[in-house]
Protein backbone atom coordinates (compact mmCIF):
# COMPACT_ATOMS: atom_id res chain seq x y z
CA UNK A 1 0.00 0.00 0.00
CA UNK A 2 1.43 3.05 -0.83
CA UNK A 3 0.27 6.68 0.97
CA UNK A 4 1.66 10.29 -0.18
CA UNK A 5 3.14 12.42 2.31
CA UNK A 6 3.84 15.76 1.28
CA UNK A 7 7.05 15.09 -1.13
CA UNK A 8 7.84 11.50 0.42
CA UNK A 9 5.82 8.03 -0.95
CA UNK A 10 5.66 5.45 2.42
CA UNK A 11 5.40 1.80 1.42
CA UNK A 12 4.51 -0.61 3.96
CA UNK A 13 5.61 -4.18 3.09
CA UNK A 14 2.75 -6.26 4.50
CA UNK A 15 4.15 -9.60 6.28
CA UNK A 16 0.73 -11.37 8.22
CA UNK A 17 0.61 -13.48 10.78
CA UNK A 18 -2.76 -14.32 11.79
CA UNK A 19 -3.49 -15.69 15.53
CA UNK A 20 -6.50 -18.05 16.21
CA UNK A 21 -7.19 -18.70 20.08
CA UNK A 22 -8.67 -22.16 19.77
CA UNK A 23 -10.98 -24.32 21.96
CA UNK A 24 -13.36 -26.82 21.14
CA UNK A 25 -13.50 -26.17 17.56
CA UNK A 26 -13.27 -28.74 15.79
CA UNK A 27 -16.68 -28.17 13.81
CA UNK A 28 -15.38 -24.92 12.86
CA UNK A 29 -11.20 -24.74 12.24
CA UNK A 30 -10.94 -26.37 8.82
CA UNK A 31 -13.19 -24.08 7.24
CA UNK A 32 -12.00 -21.88 9.41
CA UNK A 33 -8.57 -22.08 7.83
CA UNK A 34 -9.70 -22.29 4.22
CA UNK A 35 -11.07 -19.14 4.03
CA UNK A 36 -7.97 -17.11 6.00
CA UNK A 37 -5.98 -18.47 3.20
CA UNK A 38 -8.57 -17.20 0.15
CA UNK A 39 -9.53 -14.46 1.44
CA UNK A 40 -5.70 -12.87 2.84
CA UNK A 41 -3.82 -13.71 -0.58
CA UNK A 42 -0.08 -13.64 -1.19
CA UNK A 43 0.72 -11.08 2.04
CA UNK A 44 -0.12 -13.82 3.83
CA UNK A 45 2.86 -14.79 6.28
CA UNK A 46 1.79 -17.36 8.67
CA UNK A 47 -1.19 -18.95 10.49
CA UNK A 48 -0.73 -19.49 14.38
CA UNK A 49 -3.62 -21.77 15.84
CA UNK A 50 -3.08 -21.87 20.09
CA UNK A 51 -5.29 -24.53 21.04
CA UNK A 52 -5.59 -25.28 24.97
CA UNK A 53 -5.05 -28.91 24.76
CA UNK A 54 -8.96 -28.98 23.49
CA UNK A 55 -10.63 -32.04 24.14
CA UNK A 56 -12.43 -32.33 20.77
CA UNK A 57 -9.17 -32.55 18.66
CA UNK A 58 -8.82 -29.77 17.01
CA UNK A 59 -5.58 -29.30 17.40
CA UNK A 60 -5.09 -32.51 15.82
CA UNK A 61 -7.20 -31.40 12.80
CA UNK A 62 -4.68 -28.64 12.57
CA UNK A 63 -1.48 -30.68 12.27
CA UNK A 64 -3.44 -33.06 9.28
CA UNK A 65 -4.42 -29.62 7.54
CA UNK A 66 -0.40 -28.50 8.01
CA UNK A 67 0.43 -31.06 4.55
CA UNK A 68 -1.81 -28.82 2.61
CA UNK A 69 -1.53 -25.33 4.19
CA UNK A 70 2.05 -23.88 4.05
CA UNK A 71 2.81 -21.83 7.12
CA UNK A 72 0.26 -23.14 8.92
CA UNK A 73 1.55 -23.88 12.48
CA UNK A 74 0.14 -25.33 15.78
CA UNK A 75 0.95 -24.32 19.63
CA UNK A 76 -0.96 -26.28 21.82
CA UNK A 77 -1.10 -25.52 25.17
CA UNK A 78 -1.00 -27.61 27.80
CA UNK A 79 -1.50 -26.37 31.19
CA UNK A 80 -3.15 -22.79 30.58
CA UNK A 81 -6.30 -21.58 29.52
CA UNK A 82 -8.11 -18.38 28.56
CA UNK A 83 -8.19 -16.53 25.16
CA UNK A 84 -6.28 -13.16 26.08
CA UNK A 85 -3.41 -15.84 27.09
CA UNK A 86 -3.85 -17.63 24.17
CA UNK A 87 -4.00 -14.57 21.92
CA UNK A 88 -0.88 -12.94 23.83
CA UNK A 89 1.22 -16.00 23.11
CA UNK A 90 0.42 -16.02 19.77
CA UNK A 91 1.94 -12.36 19.51
CA UNK A 92 4.78 -13.38 20.98
CA UNK A 93 5.77 -16.40 18.97
CA UNK A 94 4.42 -14.57 15.58
CA UNK A 95 6.93 -13.32 12.81
CA UNK A 96 4.50 -11.10 11.05
CA UNK A 97 4.37 -7.37 11.06
CA UNK A 98 0.82 -6.93 10.83
CA UNK A 99 -1.11 -9.22 13.52
CA UNK A 100 -4.86 -10.54 12.48
CA UNK A 101 -6.71 -12.16 15.39
CA UNK A 102 -10.11 -13.35 15.58
CA UNK A 103 -13.11 -15.98 17.00
CA UNK A 104 -12.78 -19.23 14.89
CA UNK A 105 -16.60 -19.98 15.20
CA UNK A 106 -17.09 -18.29 11.41
CA UNK A 107 -18.97 -15.22 13.34
CA UNK A 108 -15.81 -12.99 12.30
CA UNK A 109 -16.28 -13.61 8.69
CA UNK A 110 -12.38 -13.67 6.96
CA UNK A 111 -13.85 -12.50 3.74
CA UNK A 112 -13.60 -8.68 6.09
CA UNK A 113 -9.94 -9.36 5.84
CA UNK A 114 -9.35 -7.57 2.92
CA UNK A 115 -11.35 -4.70 3.56
CA UNK A 116 -9.83 -4.13 6.82
CA UNK A 117 -6.31 -3.97 5.30
CA UNK A 118 -6.85 -1.87 2.88
CA UNK A 119 -6.76 0.65 6.07
CA UNK A 120 -2.51 -0.33 6.90
CA UNK A 121 -0.50 1.51 6.89
CA UNK A 122 -2.52 4.76 7.60
CA UNK A 123 -4.19 2.91 10.84
CA UNK A 124 -2.52 1.15 13.60
CA UNK A 125 -5.24 -0.97 14.47
CA UNK A 126 -8.78 -1.76 12.56
CA UNK A 127 -11.22 -3.23 14.48
CA UNK A 128 -14.67 -5.08 13.57
CA UNK A 129 -17.28 -3.46 14.60
CA UNK A 130 -21.55 -4.51 13.97
CA UNK A 131 -22.25 -1.12 15.10
CA UNK A 132 -21.01 1.06 12.48
CA UNK A 133 -21.90 1.77 8.95
CA UNK A 134 -22.27 -1.88 7.19
CA UNK A 135 -22.23 -3.66 10.21
CA UNK A 136 -25.24 -5.11 11.92
CA UNK A 137 -25.86 -7.52 15.18
CA UNK A 138 -27.76 -10.57 14.53
CA UNK A 139 -27.28 -12.79 17.58
CA UNK A 140 -29.41 -13.13 20.62
CA UNK A 141 -30.92 -10.50 21.92
CA UNK A 142 -29.43 -10.26 25.13
CA UNK A 143 -26.14 -10.64 23.28
CA UNK A 144 -26.72 -7.45 21.90
CA UNK A 145 -27.91 -5.66 24.52
CA UNK A 146 -25.35 -6.72 26.65
CA UNK A 147 -22.71 -5.30 24.17
CA UNK A 148 -24.30 -1.95 23.43
CA UNK A 149 -24.45 -1.41 26.99
CA UNK A 150 -20.81 -1.95 27.83
CA UNK A 151 -19.74 -0.12 24.60
CA UNK A 152 -22.08 2.95 25.48
CA UNK A 153 -20.81 3.01 29.40
CA UNK A 154 -16.89 2.52 27.98
CA UNK A 155 -17.66 5.41 25.94
CA UNK A 156 -18.77 7.58 28.45
CA UNK A 157 -16.20 6.70 30.73
CA UNK A 158 -13.15 6.45 29.38
CA UNK A 159 -13.88 8.73 26.11
CA UNK A 160 -12.94 6.10 23.63
CA UNK A 161 -14.94 7.20 20.53
CA UNK A 162 -15.73 4.09 19.18
CA UNK A 163 -18.81 1.88 18.76
CA UNK A 164 -18.08 -1.86 19.74
CA UNK A 165 -14.90 -1.78 22.41
CA UNK A 166 -15.14 -5.55 22.89
CA UNK A 167 -14.82 -6.57 18.83
CA UNK A 168 -11.96 -8.98 19.74
CA UNK A 169 -11.40 -9.21 15.43
CA UNK A 170 -8.66 -7.07 14.84
CA UNK A 171 -5.53 -6.19 12.76
CA UNK A 172 -3.01 -4.58 13.78
CA UNK A 173 0.22 -3.47 13.86
CA UNK A 174 2.64 -5.84 15.42
CA UNK A 175 4.79 -2.26 16.37
CA UNK A 176 1.92 -1.61 18.78
CA UNK A 177 2.95 -3.96 20.85
CA UNK A 178 6.72 -2.45 21.44
CA UNK A 179 4.33 0.08 23.62
CA UNK A 180 1.54 -1.93 24.95
CA UNK A 181 0.27 -5.47 26.24
CA UNK A 182 -2.63 -7.36 25.99
CA UNK A 183 -3.91 -8.35 29.69
CA UNK A 184 -4.03 -12.27 29.79
CA UNK A 185 -6.48 -12.88 32.32
CA UNK A 186 -10.27 -12.83 31.99
CA UNK A 187 -12.25 -13.18 28.97
CA UNK A 188 -13.64 -10.23 26.31
CA UNK A 189 -12.43 -7.34 29.06
CA UNK A 190 -9.02 -7.42 27.25
CA UNK A 191 -10.60 -6.00 24.21
CA UNK A 192 -12.05 -2.79 26.30
CA UNK A 193 -8.20 -2.45 27.98
CA UNK A 194 -6.61 -3.01 24.53
CA UNK A 195 -8.59 -0.40 22.86
CA UNK A 196 -8.26 2.39 26.18
CA UNK A 197 -4.14 2.04 26.40
CA UNK A 198 -4.09 1.91 22.42
CA UNK A 199 -5.49 5.33 22.45
CA UNK A 200 -3.91 6.57 25.48
CA UNK A 201 -0.42 6.01 23.60
CA UNK A 202 -1.98 7.65 20.67
CA UNK A 203 -2.66 5.08 18.11
CA UNK A 204 -4.93 4.99 14.98
CA UNK A 205 -7.72 2.85 14.95
CA UNK A 206 -10.34 2.47 12.37
CA UNK A 207 -13.87 0.40 12.40
CA UNK A 208 -15.17 -1.52 9.65
CA UNK A 209 -18.45 -3.05 9.84
CA UNK A 210 -19.99 -6.36 9.45
CA UNK A 211 -22.73 -8.54 9.84
CA UNK A 212 -22.12 -10.49 13.36
CA UNK A 213 -24.39 -13.45 13.47
CA UNK A 214 -24.69 -16.34 16.33
CA UNK A 215 -22.38 -19.38 15.61
CA UNK A 216 -23.84 -22.65 13.66
CA UNK A 217 -21.77 -25.19 14.99
CA UNK A 218 -20.02 -25.96 18.29
CA UNK A 219 -20.79 -24.04 21.42
CA UNK A 220 -20.49 -20.90 22.63
CA UNK A 221 -17.62 -20.01 25.15
CA UNK A 222 -19.53 -16.61 26.78
CA UNK A 223 -23.48 -17.64 26.65
CA UNK A 224 -23.56 -21.10 26.62
CA UNK A 225 -25.32 -20.66 30.58
CA UNK A 226 -26.97 -17.26 32.07
CA UNK A 227 -24.49 -17.78 35.16
CA UNK A 228 -21.39 -17.30 32.37
CA UNK A 229 -22.93 -14.79 30.93
CA UNK A 230 -23.71 -12.72 33.93
CA UNK A 231 -19.70 -13.58 34.92
CA UNK A 232 -18.23 -12.23 31.59
CA UNK A 233 -20.91 -9.14 31.87
CA UNK A 234 -19.21 -8.32 35.16
CA UNK A 235 -15.91 -8.91 34.07
CA UNK A 236 -16.55 -6.20 31.68
CA UNK A 237 -18.00 -3.49 33.77
CA UNK A 238 -15.11 -4.42 36.62
CA UNK A 239 -12.42 -3.40 33.75
CA UNK A 240 -13.80 0.12 32.59
CA UNK A 241 -13.83 0.80 36.31
CA UNK A 242 -10.78 -0.05 36.75
CA UNK A 243 -9.44 2.06 33.73
CA UNK A 244 -11.50 5.33 34.74
CA UNK A 245 -9.93 5.29 38.36
CA UNK A 246 -6.17 5.02 36.59
CA UNK A 247 -5.73 1.40 37.46
Not at 15 to 23: F, G
Not at 196 to 214: A, D, M, P, Q, T
Not at 218 to 233: A, E, P, R
Request: with cysteine; glycine share 6%; aromatic share 10%.
Amino acid sequence: MFINKGAFLVVMDKKISVILPTYNEAENIKEMIKQIYHYTGRDLYEVIVVDDNSPDGTWKIVEELKKNFKNLKVHRRMNKKGLPSAISEGIKISRGNILIWMDCDLSHPPRLIPKMLKYIPEYDIISASQYVEGGKDKRKFIRVVASKAFSRVANFLLRLGLSDVTSGFYVVKKKVFDRIKLMTTGYAEYCIRFVYESKRKGFKIKEVGFVLKNRKKGTSKTDSNLIQFLVNGYLCMKEIIKLRSGR
